[in-house]
């Protein structure tokens, strides 16, 4: 498995433009482990105390791919070059406002390699603070997979990462994508107005084989998306992270 998965992260901070939207597909998961973490990095601004505010308002940031990735033992020497002009340092606000709650939400991740007028050191001990207060006791949504689930989620206000499994003996296949619109598509969390444009964007490319979703007039194919449409779960309960779960096992394939 990517063990880089396994980081506290955020899809496609290291890249232009921003990942907004993940949508992510169950085919085979173990019979243990390998669960998915979720937390809301809105709420974690609002953890914050008054002074570390004031503190991270302004501040700048740095994600780069090849920093998270040397973390758990990749090496620069061992990448092309032309993977690392694509992948350039990314400079990001820490605080940005959620297009979606008009709510301030950190933008923090295991991408980020440093923080502007900081050490390499002071910066990643700052990034480590955050990801704490992030992921503290009930912050954290973990998501047990079936096969089926179908689980898209908010990446301007949510980190995410896996669990491990003995990847040697049971295997794990998701399959994704990602919106990259560079505004959060979502506009209410009560109601599921957002599902609808989420889902026919995103299923299409990602699930149905030679985009059949795009036949206009498939009556299947509109039952089946209105159906998800009303059955969407929004996990977890009475939260207001955004993560939503479908189950795709009765779509004929």
Known sequence: MNVANQLWHTDGTYGRPRADISFLLSRVVPPRDGETEYCDTRHAYDLLSAPMRERVNPLFAYHSITHSRTLTGSKLEDWDPLTLNTFPPVRRPVVHIHAGSGRKALCVASHIETIEGYTYEESQQLVHYL????????CVYTHEWQVGDLLL???TCAMHRVRPYDDFVHVRQLVGTRTERGRSTLPTYNGRVWLSSIITRTFRS?????????RSGNPTVETTLNQWRQSAILLPANHPLCVARFNTTRLRR
């Open 153 to 155: 989620w908010d990446n």
């Open 131 to 138: 990801i704490d207060i992030a992921t503290g006791p009930g």
């Open 206 to 214: 990602a699930y149905l084989p030679n985009g059949s979703m795009s």
